[in-house]
């Protein structure tokens, strides 16, 4: 099984999709918190790998544990920010906007053709 990997360097990347596949593989293999980050920090590359190791390296020494939970919401903190996550669904909204003015004027072109 191939784990999926994460630069930080590409915009067509899914920071999102990235974390789902892991937790999905993990949750399938029953693989616990501290195996988690360990095999993560294994996927993460270039940039990514980076930014994890100063994060890690920033945290507070009487910090707890990293779990896989704090990982998730630091990283996708990091690499998909709210404004961005807004961004995307302001785009999908206006796409979705258009596609029902299409359908509808779809529609009445073949009710009139058809009529």
Known sequence: MNLPSFTGSSTTKDPENFIEELQKIFDDMHIDDTERMELDEYQMKGFTRIWFDQWKKNRAEDAPHVSWACFEDAFLGHFFPRELKEHK??????LKQVFVQVLGQLQMTITFSTG
Do not use: A, M, S
């Open 89 to 94: 669904v302001r785009e999908f909204l206006t």
